[in-house]
């Protein structure tokens, strides 16, 4: 009687969450120092000291101002910062009207999907992917295409995404730097990718969004990141707050809608109201003053890129395979049995916690995270060690 | 090509917001002093100073937890605390596990009507109601169905309700203490309702959620609210502290699933499925702690009731005809014109901007937010008197 596909979402829960509440209770019977849980992309970088300096500040607000409602699009001063940093580090010139606070991520991404999609349409995915984006596609009413990667380098297949272009593609997302695998697409990458789409909407008389989701964009080791509208007009950025100033709970991001859409005026309003159809009045106030003042704060990428060095050296001289990550801080790893299921299972026999490639829509590899402990990655060498063993 | 209801619920904004920037546009012109807006219910009364000295404490728990992800449904200490709470005041036994933390009280009816409704299921309102609930029912998939309130006292018309439900009505919704009206349900009315409920489930062999929107249960004028899951099991309770605490902007509130659903444990997972579906990760973790220390804090009602007496007498003594308000603070006055939109534009032509009331779907009112200043009240009487006079 109840809405059975909401009651599935529910209770199956996510896989990746379902092994941190494994890691969770397994730390309690043996000890946290004794549980290598690689599981979860909550950032272990602590928020830089400008956030809670700038709460502190907004505190001093007349309170009605400082916890009112906004506008459902944000505050104009937050509106303007991000266009004005986004303007400054990619030589655009986007105004508070391109720029829609939401609750993070999740809410760019459903509201972009709701905005753009009809029932029937295709949305398609490059897999392996972030498992929710099913969850968020179907929900708007389009399908979910998966196209793989590269088997090898996980790179964009652009040959493969345009072989999968229908009549129906609504729209495709990309993930760079990407989560689960660690890989930046190139300019060069997304020139392809860019006339792929533009021949279809020719071929089809359709119009193909790019969504383009780049909550890691500043956790980069090195790697350039392209600006997405920069080579595809159609393209809607959605962007959270929760890796690069590690606010991952407080539910801060934005969804940009550049002047390159041929229909910018009626997409910007559409976003506005799926934000309003999905049940999201505003951003939170606080931390939309927030970003005003941490706008441009760095990320603090080097004890990622630490992480990073540490894990693949001990990995690398256990014999593991993996892909080299560009950004984001996850290791692709390759599973030592072709059941990625069955390889967690021996893992997490050695209390190795990583998350199965099976859950992003590929076979054969592992997640681990790194956005953990330094002392957490030395440690679990032994383990790593003896899981390698015990294949031999 | 996107999609045209989110472009119109974009597009066409909501009515009661477009008076709001009407009015700030005038005091732009005019100054803010002689533009009298009672249009919003973004509350007047300032955050208690506890709320402030909550987030001041949680600034020095560790970064990485404070902002960190909670879990979906919230952070344990603060269900638990919501749960004691009510437990404490309605004597009941709820568990944290009732409890499900939400990004505000759109989150929560969204998440409520997304958990519950079928394409094609019928939702009941009580006209006048609160605008967004159609937005949320079509968005949920369901047909909104408009019953009027008793014409003179606005009270829940029973007979109307049992008279409108049908095979397909998954859901009724209430809201009480009421927006616009400010009547409050007493425990014989909704018993009745309780009762025609029963009969209808057993007539058409289904089930019918009560859907009860709380926002305003605390603001009060000596009423006393009942607790609705006592009078009929089957029901899910909206709440959400931005009118009590007046965080509005915040985004934090939760659905109470009662033990006395008897499809409780389905309800939960699916409510949290509608949560990640719709795109909520979780509600703002800084604001979940926030809740666990300010859950109790007294709502301040006595400056609504300052106001709310200020204007009764003012407009009684005018002529005016309204409804006398048991809760919220809105005054429901009978507009002077049988068409209320008529009746609103000359009230502006005086300055006065309240709501028409077909903007709640009821003809021949008007709503006046007195979550206003005082002096915004005072001052606006000479205005009222002028177009009191003009219909003379």
Redesign the interface.
Known sequence: ???????????QK?SI?EIAAWGAARAAQIGAENVFDFS?G??????PPQ??EA??RA?AL???E?????P?AGLPACREAVATSLNRRFGTGYGPGDVFMT??A??S???TF?????PGDEVIVIAPYFP?YR??I??SGATCVEVPADPVTFDLDVDAVAAALTART?AVVVNSPNNPVGVVYGTETLTRLAVALEEAERTFD??IYLVSDEPYREIVYGAEVPWVPGVYGRTVVCYSYSKSL??????IGWVLVPDTNP?HD?????????A????????????QRVIVDCVDVPADVAAYAENRALLCEGLKALGYEYVEPQGAFYLWVKALDPDAQAFFERAREFELLPVPSDSFGCGGWVRVGYCVSRDTIERSMAAWEALAKSYR
């Open positions: 009687m109840i809405n059975e596909q909401m009651y599935a979402y529910g209770a996510s969450r979860l909550n950032p272990s970088v602590p928020a956030v809670n709460i502190v505190l007349p309170p009605t400082l916890h009112g409602y906004t459902a609750v993070g999740a809410a991404l459903s509201c709701k905005a753009v999609v009809n929710e969850v968020w179907e929900t609504k359709t119009s590690s606010l991952p709970g407080e539910r229909d009626e997409l910007v309003d559409a976003v506005a109201g799926a309003r159809a999905l049940g999201f009045v505003c951003a939170p106030s606080l931390f």
